[in-house]
């Protein structure tokens, strides 16, 4: 059992920068993969970035490629989402999620945070 535990977030102006943090309880987390998803009003959730259990491999949703940086410190037990040169269009709720598989599919997460709100002012 995994529980997630965000932190991070808020209102920021276009153009802003904020970090998301997502610690985990529980054991062995250096063996999830850790994703972070995002859901803004009236649309799906969607995939935004996935970091593997040693930081090895990352992937990235194309529309934030090269603005966000995802990572990971297991010696803390949590990953981070940095959101960089943000756009009103990022608005949303984050969500980090942890699964034992590589993915960038909702459905392969099992743990999930309760997410944590980003509002980007124009």
């Known amino acids: 059992q995994v529980q997630l535990v965000e932190s991070g977030g808020g209102l920021v102006q276009a153009g802003g920068s904020v970090r998301l943090s997502c610690a985990a309880s529980?054991?062995?987390?250096?063996?999830?993969?850790m994703g972070w998803f995002r859901q803004a009003p009236g649309k799906e959730r969607e995939f935004v970035a996935a970091?593997?259990?040693?930081?090895?491999?990352?992937n990235y949703a194309d529309s934030i490629k090269g603005r966000f940086t995802i990572s990971r410190d297991n010696g803390k037990n949590t990953a981070y989402l940095q959101l960089s040169s943000l756009k009103p269009e990022d608005t949303a709720v984050y969500y980090c999620?942890?699964?034992?598989?590589?993915?960038?599919?909702?459905?392969?997460?099992?743990?999930w945070g309760q997410g944590s709100q980003v509002t980007v002012s124009s």
């Open positions: 529980g054991r062995a987390f250096s063996t999830y993969v």
């Open positions: 970091i593997s259990g040693s930081s090895t491999n990352t």
């Open positions: 999620a942890a699964s034992r598989r590589y993915s960038r599919t909702s459905t392969a997460y099992d743990y």
